[in-house]
């Protein structure tokens, strides 16, 4: 049960084209936006009014991504771009501009994400050239990368990290003492798989590979943390089906997976809530679906909504 | 509305969360329909839509239109234009668009703050039943204060509805909640459930029956009123004995018929179970009820009141006749189906108790009665009072999660089920976790509205398993609008130790108070924080802009750390530094000149400020007549400044020498001239002295 569903807001982001993605900031009160109109648009959207407060131009092909890092690193946005590169966007002193280009990639780069914060400022982008890199920063300016190659045939389509507590150290509830980090993402890609990796000194090793999906996997989502040892990644693919992913971590055991759902078109997004309790989900049959675990460890769809006729009062 | 996707009939899977339709309970709805009803206008229809999730419970819906490949999509007359409109659409497991509920949400608060430290202690059953009742007076209040506002004449008209549907859903969760604290954390001595629920539906009956009973005395002669008897039987019904006697003296057959009057007039007087039954056994109690019951039916068949037959049928339902209850007169006067429940119980189990089998039985005999009768289907809520009355405390809980959009309920009442012991079963091994689980969902829907973050915190404060983990979470998203709130978000992280937290929240303070210039305001929060790496930083920021400007801008701050300067070697340094500028200018040169020597002696300084450093002992070595370094002191600072020739860059790179660096070799030649100076004079001083 979600409760009462309703639309907060509605915004008229002023895109010349389609919208392919939108992030709040940590807090809730700020919005980025990202088109094929080539630009990436920022939102107060604390207030009743919704303010815009900068519009990024610097990419020279449509912008499929946006993350945004965490507050603590100042305001920081990343964008990625069909344009085959990654623009790091500082906002100083009321003004954004960019921080960092990264231009390695060889084809579109399709997604990308800030690691957690205690990994430090680290983001993971995904490319259609089949690799995935990692920048970072040294701090003084500098930006470092590591590329992985070969990682999806046909191109990589999404990547999602791990919450950095390493759930293994879970197992003991309430424990004070502070668990230990680990450093692990997911992609998913046009071979049909997902893949689980694990930074291994330099370099990224590929701890498991997901198979079960049979067309393009179209976003993959690591779900956040809710306090357990258990391990959640949710996929979606071309084949119209959300497969679900578990690993109990306190047992050390394997990856097990079930199908969330088969639904009659493509499924284009899947997106945890930051308490990882929800799990929505987007497709090509003109809906949105809510899904929640319910207490007796089943999935169960609580909300539908669908883009029907009448306005909304 | 498009179909439903997933299976209807796995009743099961989804026994635990569907969502409920619309705000508030909405009475009408007869079927269980799992769909909620968020429709969006028309956008375009050949998009496939988007999706984000936001940190406010909300998603962001955008649309797309389709890959060329989906040319098969049968929408070719719908316009093609995309949209870039963007529907943030959220969800809220709490409407709090109206004052009394979010008085009921921070008074259920404090009573459920107070509940829990009693339960730290060992639970005692009167505890709960007096916090069940402390709840239930803040959802009454919550009714009363909807229904005022209901009144406001400047409502728009969806606005009214909305509050109308609150107040229906609140009142008839006060009746629910009313009837779980009777059957579930009450502790009632024999024969006084039959009481208790006798109050449970007088209390909700809202006025109604004292409004019609008023109005069939008011006139002159009561027993023509079409309503007389009709509010004489749910007087019956309700055990309201003196009220049905009073009413039954205007009756003109009684007047007329005195010793049919006196008869049934004695059958009232002395209906038991109406009065206090403390102190009186089981046993006793059943014998004084069984006489009773059969002298009532004795005169019934002595036909003593077939002249009039509604004081027959008066009498047959004091006896307890089943076929009496069933009658259509009967069931009409009866608001509600348990209104009939009660009054029948009253009159052939009195001294039933909550677990008794026949209960169930009768329960859903009456409320299949009242619903043939009327014609209609099971409201929603009555499921819940016939799943109570069934005493499936789980399936309460369960069906008023899925059907209603409200977690007040179900984690306020689990809860207090809870410490009372009674959400044990034999199959049920998750009674705590079933009350974790729904005070998470609670906690986590209070904190989308801005102003509940606290309370929504310390909700889940109360939660062993998994609810430090939501508090760690939820914090750092809590916006750091004021310093105010600030200081309070790190003040609880320190209340529950959640040091990571506080310090990442005074990272990103001290952050945005450097980003907008404010040194001082960001030293402050580093040291909040304990952030000896954003103070070093900052430590050396604040030094360079001294080199490049000469001054020193806002460090007062300093003057005040004391100890907590010691976080950061450089922090201790720049403090230093800066005593030492506040000696010299208060003319304690020879103060001034120790701690620049002990400055740079003592390793606290970085090489690459020791030029600077020295620099600043120029003046101290200019004061006539005055030597401030002694001699010893003076050889060590010759020896930092052979150090720093022997060590400088440029000396590396004798072809790029820059004017900057033709400026610092001018800057040591003259340092150097100066100490010289300086180290002759103190030599000379020396030997006067001796």
């Known amino acids: 049960m979600t409760g009462v569903v309703s639309v907060k807001n509605s915004v008229d982001t002023g895109h010349e084209d389609m919208i392919h993605d939108s992030q709040m900031d940590y807090y809730g009160r700020r919005l980025a936006t990202c088109s094929s109109d080539r630009t990436v648009k920022i939102f107060d959207v604390s207030g009743q009014q919704t303010v815009l407060l900068a519009t990024l131009t610097g990419h020279e092909g449509p912008v499929w991504q946006l993350s945004w890092a965490h507050p603590k690193f100042g305001n920081i946005l990343a964008s990625c771009s069909y344009d085959r590169k990654v623009i790091i966007w500082k906002e100083t002193s009321g003004k954004w501009s960019k921080l960092h280009e990264f231009c390695e990639h060889k084809s579109s780069v399709n997604s990308i994400q800030w690691a957690p914060h205690e990994l430090g400022l680290v983001l993971a982008c995904g490319s259609s050239d089949e690799s995935f890199s990692i920048l970072y920063t040294t701090g003084d300016g500098n930006w470092q990368y590591s590329r992985q190659e070969g990682v999806h045939t046909l191109g990589c389509n999404s990547v999602s990290w791990a919450p950095s507590v390493n759930p293994g150290s879970l197992v003991d509830g309430n424990s004070r003492a502070a668990p230990s980090t680990c450093k692990r993402l997911v992609t998913g890609g046009g071979d049909n798989s997902v893949k689980v990796w694990r930074e291994e000194g330099d370099s990224w090793t590929m701890e498991d590979k997901l198979e079960g999906h049979t067309d393009w996997v179209r976003d993959v989502a690591w779900a956040p943390s809710i306090g357990l040892p258990v391990s959640r ?3 979606c693919s071309q084949d119209c089906t959300v497969i679900m992913w578990t690993k ?4 050390g055991g394997k990856w097990t997976s079930k199908v969330l759902n088969t639904f009659p078109d493509v499924v284009w997004h899947v997106s945890w809530s930051i308490t990882g309790d929800i799990l929505a989900v987007s497709g090509g049959d003109h809906k949105v679906t809510l899904w929640k675990e319910s207490n007796e460890d089943e999935w169960v769809c609580v909300s539908e909504m669908d883009r029907g006729v009448e306005r909304v009062s | 509305m498009a179909d439903v996707e997933y299976d209807e009939n796995d009743e099961e899977r989804s026994s635990a969360s569907r969502v409920g339709a619309g705000s508030g309970y909405n009475g009408d709805e007869e079927e269980e329909e799992a769909t909620s009803s968020l429709t969006m206008s028309e956008v375009h229809t050949c998009g496939r839509v988007l999706l984000r999730t936001n940190p406010r ?7 797309a239109p389709y890959d060329d490949h989906d040319d098969d999509h049968s929408n070719s007359d719908k316009e093609t234009a995309t949209s870039t409109d963007l529907y943030e659409v959220q969800w809220s497991g709490i409407v709090l668009t109206t004052d009394s509920v979010r008085k009921l949400v921070s008074q259920s608060h404090a009573f459920f703050m107070e509940l829990q430290e009693y339960a730290g202690k060992g639970m005692d059953p009167d505890v709960c039943v007096k916090y069940s009742r402390l709840y239930r007076v803040a959802l009454y209040e919550c009714t009363q204060g909807l229904n005022y506002e209901c009144e406001n004449v400047d409502l728009e008209e969806n606005e009214l509805q909305d509050i109308k549907g609150q107040l229906e859903m609140y009142s008839l969760l006060n009746v629910l909640w009313h009837l779980c604290e009777i059957l579930f954390i009450e502790t009632l001595p024999v024969g006084c459930l039959i009481q208790q629920l006798l109050e449970w539906v007088r209390w909700h009956d809202r006025g109604d029956t004292d409004d ?5 005395m008011s006139g002159v002669r009561p027993d023509t009123h079409q309503d007389y008897w009709s509010i004489v039987y749910r007087l019956t019904l309700q055990g309201r004995i003196d009220d049905v006697r009073k009413l039954l003296t205007y009756s003109s057959y009684c007047k007329e018929n005195k010793k049919v009057f ?13 009065k206090s039954v403390i102190g009186h056994s089981r046993t006793e109690l059943m014998g004084l009820w069984f006489v009773w019951n059969q002298e009532c039916k004795r005169r019934r068949d002595r036909q003593d009141f077939v002249g009039c037959p509604q004081l027959n049928l008066l009498c047959g339902l004091l006896c307890g006749d089943k076929s009496c209850f069933s009658r259509p007169e009967v069931i009409d006067c009866c608001k509600m189906w348990y209104d009939m429940l009660v009054g029948r119980l009253l009159y052939t189990s009195p001294l039933i108790l909550s677990t008794d089998y026949d209960l169930h039985v009768i329960a859903k005999d009456c409320l299949k009665l009242y619903c043939d009768h009327k014609g209609t289907a099971p409201y ?8 109570a009355l069934e005493n499936k405390v789980i399936d309460v809980i369960k069906m008023v999660s899925s059907k209603l959009s409200n977690w007040w309920f179900v984690s306020h009442m689990t809860n207090l089920l809870h410490h009372r012991g009674s959400l044990v079963t034999s199959q049920l091994e998750y009674g705590s976790q079933l009350s974790e689980f729904l005070l998470i969902e609670y906690a986590t829907a209070l904190f989308v509205h801005p102003s509940l973050w606290e309370v929504a915190i310390s909700y889940l404060s109360y939660c062993p398993t998994q609810g430090r983990h939501f508090m760690c979470s939820l914090v750092e998203r809590v916006p750091l609008t004021t310093s105010t709130k600030a200081l309070k978000l790190i003040r609880l992280c320190q209340r529950y130790e959640m040091t990571e937290e506080a310090q990442s929240i005074c990272r990103v303070l001290a952050r945005r108070c450097y980003g907008d210039g404010r040194m001082g305001s960001a030293l402050t929060w580093c040291i909040k924080g304990q952030d000896a790496t954003f103070a070093a930083f900052l430590a050396e920021k604040y030094f360079d802009f001294y080199e490049s400007i000469g001054e020193f801008g806002d460090l007062s701050i300093l003057d005040y750390l004391g100890d907590a300067v ?15 500028h506040k000696q010299y200018s208060f003319g304690n040169y020879e103060a001034a000149g120790q701690l620049l020597v002990s400055l740079l002696t003592s390793g606290i300084t970085l090489k690459k400020y020791w030029l600077t450093l020295l620099t600043d002992s120029i003046p101290l070595l200019q004061i006539p007549d005055k030597c401030v370094f002694s001699s010893a002191d003076t050889y060590e600072l010759l020896h930092i400044l052979q150090e720093i020739d022997n060590t400088s860059s440029y000396s590396d790179q004798k072809d790029m020498i820059t004017s900057q660096d033709e400026f610092s070799i001018n800057k040591i030649s003259l340092l150097r001239l100066a100490l010289v100076r300086n180290l002759q004079s103190s030599l000379v001083l020396r030997e006067r002295k001796h």
């Not at chain 1, 109990?248 to 047992?251: A, C, G, I, K, Q």
């Not at chain 2, 019609?212 to 069939?216: A, E, F, H, L």
């Not at chain 2, 929603?380 to 799943?387: G, K, N, Q, V």
């Open chain 2, 380 to 387: 929603y809520f009555d499921t819940f009072i016939l799943s």
């Open chain 2, 566 to 580: 010691l976080l950061s070697n450089r922090l201790a340094f720049l403090s230093k530094y800066r005593d030492f």
């Open chain 2, 262 to 274: 006196d008869s049934i007039d004695e059958l009232l007087r002395k209906v038991p179970m109406i």
């Open chain 2, 57 to 63: 419970n909300s998603i962001a819906i955008f649309t």
């Open chain 1, 248 to 251: 109990d971590e306190s047992s």
């Open chain 1, 233 to 235: 990644i949710a996929s």
């Open chain 2, 212 to 216: 019609v009973m008023n109005d069939v």
